[in-house]
């Protein structure tokens, strides 16, 4: 590795985004004023096929094509319907990367913002407007003729207008397609917004958003605009802290208040960077702030599976910033603001009627720029308002709403801007304070102790750059005024004075170190004496300024004697939101207020998680001891433990409770200019020779090489669709005590596996391939006994087939007889629907729901209640209780370990039992590809423990007559007379008249057969649910706007290629009896263990064209190759595939599709929930439940 | 044949056959905690009647105990109430032989010579990964027969034997489906036996560091448990401006009567501490 000489200052300087060393101004007029109000744009980067689809999608809409326009509306305003399947959509292509490479149009957008280079841009454009059809005539920007289109005369009228039309105006899409592409309009457009008042709200639904992020989108490009010899030093509206106030070449573009664009881990891999570049990323920011909570202390109400709208999650990709100063006029109207807010919220929120016409309007703006906005927030200096006059006015210094003076003490960067600042760096011994080194904050500088940064390992991407933290940090005003009236009651001084003693300053900044009495006055306070003081020196035992104070464990400045605090420092940039500050004496206005926390360090792990997680919420640090957390800020939880000593008390305050929540929050990696031009050229970093440390080994890169590794099977499948092989066979290695070696073959040919499972006769009349091992274990399971599955259709278990399928089918025609009214599927769906219903109600209220969990087990659950007749025990079993602590049995327990387990009783003990007994014997039947005994052995207990209570169930029911079947196990009893069963049992030969005692051989039967369906059910259907709805997540689908387009009867293929694309069995064990040739041209040998490899067949390119997409469309999907329950139309076809599972599946199906804003849960509490491998928990949330699915 | 390599055939002088005999390691102890470091080679091989490993099952086994105690559940390990910190880790072929040149082992390619620049980096030979299962028909170049082995590292209070009769007597069989995947392995049934096989893979540990080694881990349970008993006693009775109850002395009592001693179940028998209460009372 080369260290190669760092950059010198006035590079960096010039590379690092404005506004990130030095607080960002507003330029008004010939003056300068602290920004006060700021946008956040979080953004998913489309890949180049979802935007490829997008622009068909909207010119077809434009051209007035029939449906076109619907689609559009759906597309735009819902969150994450692009990939929902309307249009043929290239998903991920392992091997070609083209299809999920971030769109060129977002990197010409980049160009655009960083360059100020429109080349890209209008190439792009012209293809945007090169619209299909007659309408392509139209081109002027309208007139306004019939509320269609943008008005040039008065443009935020017409756009209210365009989005309270709630519907899709052919006008308005040609008029965004072709923004980019008419300079002349596109600048007379933003003249208009700016001389007008962009700001002025309007009647209608929407506010002044829409008018905002117009004017915002065109201001931001006008660099590019109006810049026609773009050269490599040109300045976009990104640009660097030396230029922030550069002019543009020529042309008035208007405001060019600089903006920041930074990106997520999951951002820097949807623009394709070297696989080795991003895996050098430090883990902090390769985890993300969501999973980092334990460390961070992002706990209880702060846990990131309660965070707002996406923040946390993987879709987002970066955020950029906007806003700038706004017109007199409206613009200082609370009216306004308020709308503003109401509009942000409305956008986050999936499910808001107004936030659908605002999504529709920004959708349309952005997607052809190749982003989709997936969130907003808005930041706000807290002011006070006239209510007379609805006058926002400004407060004289930067405060924070629980009203104490912020953004005093920042570190001062040595970039050569100025002079330090008292505080502002390391405390020296005769009073000076020397600078923070700009290493602290820049990767491309010398830190603290003379080293840097050697991660990333792509020098290229470090010039400048910095990392960002971005939290939203919700403040409880209302909550913090009560605790400090409840511990001084009725005495304002005191009460402000114990606030003072929390944060360490008077509300006017005075701090405590320099004043504990009272804070200085206006006159006494100078920017010089806020900030210099030190603790070890003036006020070491905390006399003054209390040890746990927040800005002494912020900073702690001097503590600890080894200036340990200056290698922990941050540069803050945070932002308030949440409007004005709440009135004294109001419990509550309706806003909900606090700070949008941002910050830049080079080492997000070493700076900001030790302040956040080691200082503000931990005790003992820098030789102090017993500090507990922040009393402002820390994760309390309100016990007694959560204690606060004030200076000199005695006593401390107890019973802390939290303030602060985390709302949301992620790790931003911000590059430097020279890097973001590096971007938009598609540069992917790849490491320079001398960059990767020791060749890239890492001893970490050893693992224990496993049969089934998934690994292992990816690359068999692709050696085998690529036909470099037609099977892969396997000697395994033999142990010193076993002298034989099993052998295993895997297949992946779609051909070849339908073969392999369908467990044909041969043309000799012999056996192919059986499931032998599934015969094993389900006598093992039933003591002896046979079940469907583990039968064959030929050979030695035919018989045993037969009489159980008749047996099964007698009772099915029985009691469909008997309810032939309604017919099975309606009862099968009644059952279902009733109780999913149920469950949504209950859940509606906590916008939280486990999708397995609540829907499909409980639907499965109720069919094998009221449709098979067993009703789950009314006890947790001993197996359901053993099982977490690895055991089997309650009596290998200790008394205390049950105890430890007392708060988390089942609700319904039946479904409970019934879900273990019946994971664990399918995990053992299908899944046991190892043979794992102890698998065989819980799989005993679990049959054995299940076969003894449905006998149980079977006793009781027989004992009393049945005249009309209600359930299965009614229909069961009610044949029992049958001559046609009887005769089932007759041996060769053997006189009706001397069958001898075949009842209980039938009631053995009937026993398996439920044991079988419960079992399977109860297993499979809410893991194939899983596998459905983890597949959406994954992709990207919004299963409720889906359904409001695809016909009902296409559901089960959503079902089905849903599960293609992510199988709920990987590998499907047969054993070869007979020596077979298979299709694709592998011999199996007799004897072979055969795996069939289901994830590879569901990508043969063969059975299924194109093979990543996600496809409804029955000429590319033909629903007799999906292989899900074993293909269709042969014996081994899943009995209760028709009768029972898809009904419930597309029930479940229909039933999430009510969940509005449906999406995944950000961080660990997002993960499935398995046992036995077998998911039984799926955790999501959603936003409102809808009374049907939308159509 | 070098000399290292006759002496390893054991073909060389008698010098190599004066082999020691029982030159067992010896435990560091500092204060009162205590160490072991066992290196066990781990069987080679598909377990009988499995499509599995040795290794895959240890490693299942280990997992399977790991996740338990991430996710909170107690353990049969919470049963040895003297165990400060454990690890287990499994250590490949691959990974000790870093830096080595073994006949029959196949290195990563030194592609366009980038092998000395390699060596002059520091990174020396790397090992390929050696794959336990290999297709059926190739004829793979005789291999060396190399040994995954598993590192065992605990610290504990107290002294080696009885830690490890402890072990014997209440973890036993949850011990053995660890070990069992180790040579020569004779489970927990007899400590004897026991005892001498973990004598034969004890590795001389060079460092123990214990920053509290006069305290032992039922010690600081007791002194948290007394913090938080004394915090819910200070918060019943004293505010920060004054006493909140009129006579302190009757509570005062009551607080030392339930924090000086306790008669059972800390831990309890399964490893669990029950706490004092910690809520604010009003």
């Known amino acids: ?1191 | 044949m070098t000399k290292r390599e006759a002496s390893l055939a054991g073909t060389t002088s008698s010098a190599a056959t004066a082999h020691h005999q029982l030159d067992w390691a010896t435990s560091k102890t500092i204060g009162g905690i205590t160490e072991i470091a066992v290196l066990a080679p781990i069987k080679k091989g598909c377990v009988p009647g499995e499509r599995r490993t040795y290794e895959e099952r240890l490693v299942a086994a280990i997992d399977n105990l790991a996740s338990r105690h991430q996710q909170g559940l107690p353990t049969e390990l919470g049963r040895i109430a003297a165990i400060h910190f454990g690890r287990m880790i499994i250590i490949r072929p691959e990974q000790y032989l870093v830096h080595s040149n073994l006949e029959g082992l196949n290195y990563f390619p030194d592609h366009d010579g980038a092998a000395q620049a390699q060596a002059a980096a520091g990174q020396g030979q790397v090992p390929q990964p050696i794959d336990d299962y290999v297709e059926s028909g190739s004829d793979p170049k005789k291999q060396p027969e190399l040994r995954s082995f598993l590192l065992t590292l605990v610290e504990f209070d107290g002294d080696l034997k009885v830690y490890m009769r402890d072990i014997a007597k209440f973890l036993a069989s949850d011990f053995d489906v660890i070990f069992q995947n180790c040579e020569a392995y004779p489970t927990t049934h007899s400590f004897e036996r026991f005892w001498l096989w973990v004598r034969r893979y004890q590795i001389n540990t060079n460092l123990l560091y214990a920053p509290y080694s006069d305290l032992t881990v039922v010690r600081i349970k007791q002194l948290e448990d007394f913090k938080r008993r004394f915090d819910a006693f200070v918060a019943r009775v004293w505010s920060p401006r004054g006493p909140r109850v009129g006579a302190i002395e009757e509570l005062f009592d009551e607080f030392l009567r339930s924090s000086q001693q306790y008669a059972s179940n800390f831990p309890a028998p399964g490893g669990t501490y029950e706490t004092g209460n910690s809520q604010v009372g009003g």
């Open chain 1, 1 to 1191: 590795m080369v260290n190669s000489a760092n950059a010198s200052l006035e590079q960096t300087r010039s590379n690092v985004q404005a506004h990130l060393l030095r607080a960002s101004k507003f330029k008004i007029d010939n003056g300068e004023a602290t920004r006060n109000w700021s946008l956040f744009f979080f953004f998913r980067i489309l890949t180049q096929a979802e935007f490829d689809a997008t622009v068909q999608r909207m010119q077809r809409a434009a051209a007035d094509a029939a449906g076109a326009k619907r689609e559009l509306w759906l597309d735009f305003t819902h969150p994450a319907i692009l990939n929902a399947g309307l249009v043929a959509q290239r998903l991920a292509d392992a091997a070609s990367s083209a299809p999920d490479g971030p769109a060129q149009a977002f990197l010409d957008w980049l160009k655009v913002i960083t360059s100020a280079d429109k080349s890209g841009l209008q190439q792009n454009a012209g293809v945007l407007a090169a619209l299909p059809g007659a309408a392509s005539t139209a081109t002027e920007a309208g007139t306004r003729t019939g509320g269609t289109g943008l008005d040039l005369t008065d443009p935020i009228a017409s756009i209210a207008d365009a989005c309270n039309a709630q519907r899709v105006d052919a006008d308005l899409i040609r008029q965004v397609l072709q923004l980019h592409s008419q300079p002349e309009q596109y600048l007379a457009l933003l003249q208009k917004l700016r001389d007008g008042s962009a700001a002025a709200p309007r009647n209608g639904a929407v506010g002044p958003l829409p008018g905002v992020v117009l004017y915002e989108l065109l201001r931001q490009g006008a660099p590019a605009m109006v810049n026609s010899k773009p050269t490599p030093s040109s300045h976009g509206i990104v640009r660097g802290e030396a230029n922030a106030h550069a002019g543009v070449v020529e042309g008035d573009p208007g405001d060019v208040t600089p903006i920041n664009v930074a990106f997520t881990y999951s951002g820097l891999a949807a623009l394709k960077l070297d696989q080795t570049t991003l895996k050098s990323f430090p883990d902090a920011f390769k985890q993300g702030m969501a999973a980092r909570a334990q460390r961070l202390r992002d706990t209880g109400p702060s846990a990131p599976e309660h965070w707002d709208g996406e923040l946390g999650l993987p879709s987002v990709h970066g955020y950029f910033s906007g806003g700038s100063p706004l017109k007199k006029g409206d613009a200082v109207k609370e009216s306004f603001w308020k709308a503003m807010r109401a509009d942000v919220a409305a956008f986050n929120d999936p499910v808001d009627v107004r936030g659908r016409l605002l999504r529709f309007w920004l959708h349309l703006l952005y997607r052809v720029l190749g982003l989709e906005i997936v969130h907003i927030e808005l930041g706000q200096d807290p002011y006070t308002v006239d209510e007379a006059s609805d006058t926002v006015q400004c407060l004289q210094d930067r405060v924070e709403h629980f009203g104490f003076r912020d953004g005093l003490s920042q570190p001062f960067v040595d970039m050569k801007l100025g002079d330090t600042p008292p505080g502002g760096g390391t405390p020296g011994r005769d009073g000076t304070w020397t600078p923070v080194a700009p290493g602290e904050i820049l990767l491309d500088q010398f830190d603290e102790d003379g080293d840097h940064q050697l991660l990333p390992i792509s020098r290229k991407l470090t010039v400048g750059a910095t990392f960002l933290v971005f939290r939203k940090l919700e403040q409880d005003v209302a909550g913090f005024r009560a605790f400090l009236s409840w511990q001084r009651p009725k005495d304002g001084e005191a009460q402000k004075a114990l606030a003072a003693q929390f944060v360490g300053r008077w509300p006017n900044g005075t701090p405590l170190v320099l004043s504990p009495e009272a804070e200085h006055s206006a006159e006494e306070q100078s920017e010089a004496t806020l900030n210099n003081f030190r603790y070890a020196a003036d006020d070491p035992s905390g006399a003054k300024c209390p040890l746990g104070a927040h800005i002494r464990r912020a900073n702690p400045r001097d503590i600890g004697g080894r200036s340990e605090a200056r290698r922990h420092r941050i540069l803050r940039r945070a932002i308030s939101y949440g409007g004005p500050l709440l009135k004294q004496g109001v419990l509550s206005d309706g806003e909900r207020r606090g700070l949008l926390f941002i910050a830049a360090n080079s080492r997000i792990d070493l700076q900001f998680e030790v302040i956040q997680a080691d200082w503000i919420n931990g005790g003992e640090f820098l030789g102090q001891a017993g500090l507990g957390r922040c009393p402002l800020v820390g994760a309390h939880d309100g016990v007694a433990s959560d204690g606060f000593l004030e200076a000199g008390a005695a006593a401390p305050v107890v019973g802390l409770p939290r303030f602060v929540v985390t709302r949301g929050g992620d790790y931003f990696f911000a590059p430097g200019i020279a890097t973001l031009k590096l971007l938009a050229n598609g540069a992917h970093f790849e490491p320079e020779q001398d960059e990767t440390p020791f060749g890239g080994f890492a001893m970490a890169d050893v693992k224990t090489p496993a049969l089934f590794d998934p690994d292992r099977l990816t690359g068999y499948g692709q050696a085998i669709l690529s036909g470099e092989k037609t099977a892969v066979h396997l000697d395994l290695p033999s142990s010193a005590t076993q002298g034989s070696y099993d052998k295993v073959c895997f297949v992946g040919l779609h051909s070849d596996v339908r073969k392999v499972l369908r467990n044909e006769q041969s043309a000799s009349g012999t056996l192919e391939f059986s499931v032998r091992h599934y015969h094993l274990a389900a006598q093992n399971i039933t003591r002896g006994r046979d079940i469907i599955i583990s039968t064959d259709a030929f050979g030695p278990t035919d018989a045993t087939r037969t009489r159980l399928h008749a047996i099964l089918n007698k009772a099915w025609w029985a009691l469909a007889d008997a309810l032939k009214a309604e017919g099975m599927d309606k009862v099968v769906r009644g059952i279902v629907k009733s109780v999913l219903d149920m469950t949504l109600r209950r859940t509606a209220q906590a916008l939280r729901i486990d999708l397995v969990k609540d829907l499909a087990a409980q639907a499965t659950y109720a069919v094998v209640e009221q449709l098979y007749g067993i009703p789950g025990p009314q006890w947790l079993t001993e197996l359901a209780v053993a099982l977490p602590f690895a055991r089997q049995h309650v009596g290998a327990l200790p008394p205390d370990w049950i105890a430890a387990l007392q708060g988390e009783k089942p609700d319904n003990p039946g479904l409970a039992t019934m879900q273990v007994w019946s994971a664990v014997i399918l995990a053992d039947l299908v899944g046991n590809l190892q043979s794992i005994a102890e698998l065989h052995a819980i799989s005993r207990q679990a049959g054995s423990e299940m076969l003894d209570y449905i006998d149980s169930q079977v006793s009781l029911e027989r004992a009393s007559p049945i005249r009309s079947p209600e359930t299965l196990l009614e229909a069961f009893i009610k044949n029992e007379d049958l001559p046609e069963i009887a005769a089932l049992y007759d041996q060769d030969g053997t006189p009706p008249g001397q069958r001898g005692d075949w009842k209980p051989r039938y009631y053995s039967d009937v026993s398996a057969i439920l044991l079988e369906l419960v079992g399977t059910s109860m297993a499979t259907i809410p893991l194939t649910f899983a596998s459905v709805m983890q597949a959406l997540f994954k992709f990207r689908i919004d299963l409720p706007s889906l359904l409001g387009s695809l016909p009902a009867s296409d559901v089960p293929r959503l079902i089905y290629e849903a599960e293609r694309l992510n199988p709920n069995v990987p590998v499907r064990m047969r054993y070869c009896e007979t020596t077979t040739a298979l299709p694709g041209g592998a011999e199996v040998k007799e004897g072979e263990w055969v795996a069939a490899l289901i994830g590879a067949a569901n990508l043969d390119p063969r059975v299924f064209q194109n093979p990543y997409l996600f496809s409804f469309d029955p000429k590319i999907r033909d629903i007799k190759n999906y292989l899900l329950f074993n293909d269709q139309g042969n014996n081994r076809q899943c009995w209760g595939r028709e009768r029972v599972a898809m009904a419930v599946l597309e029930e479940c199906v229909m039933a999430a599709g009510r969940l509005r804003g449906l999406r995944g849960v950000a961080g660990a509490g997002g993960e499935p929930v398995k046992l036995a491998q077998v998911t039984i928990g799926l955790p999501a949330r959603f936003t409102q439940v809808a009374s049907t699915p939308e159509r």
